[in-house]
């Protein structure tokens, strides 16, 4: 059953069947090969039970939030305060786009609003001062990565709904794997500098960096107000989205840049975009329930053991599948089938459920930029004008720092740990 499953689900997938569709057609397909196919009307009950979960209710204000963002220019602004920080640096754009992803992330947490908010605004820039456009393209969609690991995190509120983990402590546990990992991609610029003639730009004044920050202060406030919120115990992770978004519009209304056709065109991108992912949660939990009960997860175990009972060679295993799954599968809906899967085998090595929601979360990231099936390449193809092939060959040598720091955060879990347990206290393990 979960060959037929799997493989119908891929090869969906291959034939450019939307991710929803696929994972629909391939459960139906799965029950009525089965031996419940006397019961289809399991599959809508699973589906209303798998949404129907207050946690859940998060994903569309943070959607909201991203995409009001990218409609009232904060995005601009902080691209801006960014460059007149860092532009000055060796290969000066080229830090800049990893540095406005960062801040960016505190907003959006998700890879795809800052791939089409703040990569239309970095490739344009990086171009006119005469970066290939490929380069700009292939490190704009590596810099996004970012964004679903620092908080807040779509992705992350996601996992923990899978997992049983509270979101606070997944945002918590995100937030040094994320700086590292837009630290990484600095480093590695800088590297690229030594090697290659990059444009550069003359030092900001300190009154052109007050000016920037007093222009983009408003803005920049907007992850400390979130997140802060969050970790003071003023709101909840939902709470937290919706203040997310009022923050936003209040900006907007500031700024003078939001008006009803802007806010009308957030609202329909957020609700179709929160209308496919429901659709993906609902059939994933379908999924789940048919894998529970041909006790797939345990047999997956029973095969893992016998090949090894060491946790650090069965890491190096998941890393290796996850990145596999990773570029065929986007994130969420590969999240929604491997979760419940690959936690009773995980639990039984001893790993902790907070750490391996990082693990995941960073591994499966790395697929949006990795050829062929990256959506995050296509995004950049379009926004970018930059033939797909090009893109993919300039995208290659970032993916070496981005593998090893999931590595490091992979063998290092007091990384993702330390932060979470020094202020929420130790967690208990679920088993």
Known sequence: MFVLLFIGFIALILLDVPVSMAIGAAVLMTFLTSDFSDALYIIPQQILEGVNKPSLAAVPFFIMAGNLMNTVGMTDRIFHFANALVGHFKAGLAQVNVLSSMIFAGVSGAAVADCAGLGAIEIKAMKERGYKPEFAAALTVCSA??????????????????????????????LMPGLIVGGSLMIFNRILAIKHDFPTQEKATCAEVHKAGIDGILALVAPGIILGSILGGFVTATEAGVLACIYSMILGLFYKTLTFKKLWDALTDTMLMTSVIMIIIGFSIAMGWLLAIEQVPQKIGEAVFSV???????????????????????GVPAKLMLVPMLLPITDSFGIDRVHFGIII????LIGIATPPMGIGLYIMVEVGNVPFEKVTMAVLPFLVPLMLTLLLITYVP???????NLLLGPDIPIR
Do not use: H, K
């Open 145 to 174: 990565v970012v964004g679903p690991i620092i908080p807040p995190s779509i992705g992350l509120v996601i996992y923990a709904f899978l997992a049983q983990q509270s979101v606070e402590r997944m945002f918590l546990a995100g």
């Open 308 to 330: 090894t009972d060491s946790s650090s060679v069965f890491l190096l295993m998941l890393l290796v599948f996850i990145i596999l799954v990773g570029c065929v599968v986007e």
């Open 361 to 364: 979360q960073l591994g499966l």
């Open 414 to 420: 007091q990384i993702s740990l330390w932060l979470p």
